[in-house]
């Protein structure tokens, strides 16, 4: 249980019986939970050089909150936050300095029952805030077959076999790409942009366009699509290089007035200035977050981060495969083979939590995904609700605060408390 004694508002994330990782933003209140284990976790952080600086970074003030001795370095990047047993960040309990994967291998049950037996004693997703100053590559993340062939094809590049589904959920304003736009909003960026058009191809824009119209004996849409993407993956980088920097000089000339999408490449350009993702977003969807709006990145969905703080929760794998905003590896034949080409709007794009109402007027978000390895649940306590009690679910869970301060008891911490503040991460086993 959480208990204080006053407070605005509070919130929390969490689902059925799946693992889950709850998120509570709130203020004070008291939180209790019997349960066989809770506790304080110790996480990495990852200071990519995409991320935001210094007290910037919502990452950085998280940790510092917590931890009042953490020192933020104003020239230092803090770009993710890792909870869990992942092990390139594995946390470690604060109290013993025990990595959670060590205690974890020796209290299977913990788990509960279902996700010990469904994922062989493995912790199954890794919970991560992320802040973003410059976009991530482009990428889309494999499914599980594809995971393990190309682990066993190569795996210098795909080091592990599982696939990578991952939510992300608003904490800012965050923009991002996610998936093909609709086709006929490619379609007129492909016919009004000439630089567009001369690395994808004469023919095939003029395929892709007879399809869109559903012009008899024409592609699907999705075939000619693919065709298009592929060619524009596949152009040479010099003949890319000079169509980008033609692009980005003609918009420059007027580029307060320019539509949205060329607003868009003429930041990505001076960020990644002649790499081929910069035409790559006239093919995906721009999608702008608010707070609490998520998007799920399902098996061979193309989508980049591009600017702001988020939640992700993703399955307990490091797959992907990049198409482009990177300097790292790029595997052009296995993206085009892989990706979905599928056509959606924004809209369809947003994944929507499922809102249910909690004990004493809490507000409890759901997001939960078709996949077995995770879900998330967020509960938003009414203001001045002085208690809020976490059910019961046969699962293991972490629970990040990111705002307000709470005490929290259960039955394996007696009366002794653990005080919970804005950046603290707890364990809690299934109970």
């Known amino acids: 249980m959480f208990h204080s004694p006053s407070g605005p508002s509070s919130r929390l994330w969490r689902p059925g019986d799946r693992p889950f990782r709850a998120l509570i933003l709130s203020n004070t209140c008291r939180i209790c939970r019997s349960v066989t284990s809770v506790f304080q976790l110790r ?59 060590q205690w974890i291998s020796q209290n299977p049950e913990c788990l509960g029952s279902k996700v010990m037996e469904r994922f062989s004693g493995k912790l199954p997703f890794l919970f991560k805030v992320l802040s ?9 993340h494999p499914n599980k077959a594809l995971a393990e062939e190309l682990h066993r094809r190569d795996a210098a590049h795909y080091a592990d076999s599982n696939h990578k589904p991952e ?44 399809a869109v119209h559903g012009s ?84 061979n969905v193309p989508h980049a981060y591009l600017y702001g703080d988020c939640i992700e929760c993703m399955a307990c794998s490091d797959n992907t495969v990049r198409a482009g905003l990177t300097p790292k590896f790029i595997d052009v034949p296995t993206l085009c083979a892989m990706l979905d080409y599928r056509c959606r709007t924004v809209d369809e794009n947003k994944f929507t939590p499922v809102q249910q109402g909690g004990a004493g007027g809490a507000g409890v978000s759901v997001y939960d995904p078709a996949v077995p390895d995770f879900s998330v649940l967020r509960v938003e306590l009414a203001a001045g609700e002085m208690d809020y009690t976490l059910p019961l679910v046969d699962s293991a869970s972490i629970l990040l605060t990111v705002q307000g301060e709470a005490d929290a008891y259960s039955g394996s911490l007696g009366e002794e408390p653990i005080y919970v503040t804005r950046g603290t991460v707890l364990f809690i086993s299934a109970g």
Not at 68 to 85: H, K, N, R, V
Not at 224 to 237: D, Y
């Open 167 to 210: 939510m992300a959920i608003a904490l800012s304003a965050f923009e991002g790409l996610c998936g093909f736009r609709p086709a006929a909003e490619i379609a007129e960026h492909l016919q009004t942009t000439a630089e567009l058009q001369a690395v994808v191809g004469t023919d095939n824009v003029t395929s892709f366009v007879q």
């Open 132 to 140: 973003v100053n410059i976009s991530l590559s482009i990428q889309a």
């Open 216 to 299: 008899s004996g024409a592609l699907s849409t999705a075939v000619s699509l693919q065709q298009c993407f592929a060619a524009l993956m596949q152009c040479p980088r010099e003949t890319v290089r000079e169509k980008l920097a033609s692009l980005e000089s003609r918009l420059q000339t007027d580029a307060a007035s320019q539509p949205p999408a060329a607003r868009l490449f003429l930041r990505l350009y001076k960020q990644f200035p002649g790499d081929v993702g910069c035409f790559a977003i006239f093919f995906l969807n721009h999608m702008k977050l608010k707070p609490g709006e998520a998007m799920f990145l399902g098996p």
């Open 43 to 101: 996480c990495e952080v990852q200071t990519y050089a995409w991320g935001k600086r210094g007290t910037s970074s919502e990452v950085a003030s998280l940790i510092q909150s917590a931890d009042p001795s953490f020192s933020i370095d104003e020239e230092q990047t803090y770009a993710e936050l890792w909870m869990g047993t992942h092990p390139r960040g594995a946390s470690v309990i604060a109290k013993t300095n025990t990595s959670l994967e």
